[in-house]
Nanobody, 111 residues
Framework: VQLVESGGGLVQPGGSLRLSCAAS????????MSWYRQAPGKGRELVAT????????NYADSVKGRFTISRDNAKNTVYLQMNSLKPEDTAVYYC?????WGQGTQVTVFS
C-alpha cells in the first residue's frame, strides 16, 4: 500500500508544474484524495481535495483559480496542475489518502 508522488522541480514565477501521485495496493476509487504542502519552517497545509469519483472538489483559498486537482481512477492516479506559480508556493507537496501519505515531491519557485 503506497502513494508515490512525482513531477516536482524548479520553476520561475508564473510558470506551471503538474504533480502526479500513483497509488497502489488498495482500491483507489474508494477513497477521497488530497494534496498537502509543507513549506520550510511551517506546518503542513491542505491544498486540495477530490472526492472518490471527482464530483466534489475543494481548494485552499491561497490556490483557488491557479491549481486544479483531478483524478483518473482507471490509472489509480491523482494529479495537481499548478499554474501561475508564486514563490510562496515553494514547499514539499504530499499526496494523501486517509491514514496514508506519500514521500513528497519538492516544488521550488524562484526568481
Amino acid at each position: 500500500v503506497q502513494l508515490v508522488e512525482s513531477g516536482g522541480g524548479l520553476v520561475q514565477p508564473g510558470g506551471s508544474l503538474r504533480l502526479s501521485c500513483a497509488a497502489s495496493g488498495f482500491t483507489f476509487s474508494a477513497y477521497a484524495m488530497s494534496w498537502y504542502r509543507q513549506a520550510p519552517g511551517k506546518g503542513r497545509e491542505l491544498v486540495a481535495t477530490i472526492s472518490r469519483l471527482g464530483g466534489s472538489i475543494n481548494y485552499a483559498d491561497s490556490v483557488k483559480g491557479r491549481f486544479t486537482i483531478s483524478r483518473d481512477n482507471a490509472k489509480n492516479t491523482v494529479y495537481l496542475q499548478m499554474n501561475s506559480l508564486k514563490p510562496e508556493d515553494t514547499a514539499v507537496y504530499y499526496c494523501n489518502r486517509r491514514l496514508l501519505w506519500g514521500q513528497g515531491t519538492q516544488v521550488t519557485v524562484f526568481s
